[in-house]
């Protein structure tokens, strides 16, 4: 069952074309990689929430704020929280100059 999930994304990493693949994703670990450690650990039933999990989590829409330790988090369009350990680089590096300010 496992390889009903494993197999298309191995086909995508390495026959779609790079230059198609636009590194766009809100968390560090891209969506692709994430569901296929998530399946090859945990299983067919896990991979297939992890997938779930990701199509409804990265959207636009998402909000990001400081907690009160200082470190930036995203509020997702489902109310979820990533923490900045999980955030892109991408994503977090234009916000990187209001963390001095906010000292």
């Given at each position: 069952?496992?390889?009903?999930l494993?197999?298309?994304?191995?086909?995508?990493?390495?026959?779609?074309?790079s230059?198609?693949?636009?590194?766009?994703?809100?968390?560090?670990?891209?969506?692709?990689?994430?569901?296929?450690?998530?399946?090859?650990?945990?299983?067919?039933?896990?991979?297939?929430?992890?997938?779930?999990?990701?199509?409804?989590?990265?959207?636009?829409?998402?909000?990001?704020?400081?907690?009160?330790?200082?470190?930036?988090?995203?509020?997702?369009?489902?109310?979820?929280?990533?923490?900045?350990?999980?955030?892109?680089?991408?994503?977090?590096?234009?916000?990187?100059?209001?963390?001095?300010?906010?000292?």
């Amino acid at each position: 069952m496992r390889l009903l999930l494993l197999f298309p994304i191995y086909l995508y990493w390495h026959i779609w074309p790079s230059a198609l693949k636009k590194r766009q994703c809100l968390f560090k670990e891209s969506c692709s990689h994430y569901i296929w450690r998530v399946t090859s650990e945990l299983g067919f039933s896990a991979g297939c929430k992890a997938l779930v999990d990701r199509y409804y989590n990265c959207r636009p829409g998402y909000r990001v704020t400081m907690n009160d330790k200082g470190e930036f988090q995203i509020r997702l369009v489902t109310g979820a929280v990533v923490s900045e350990q999980e955030i892109a680089d991408a994503v977090i590096k234009p916000y990187l100059g209001l963390k001095d300010l906010a000292r």
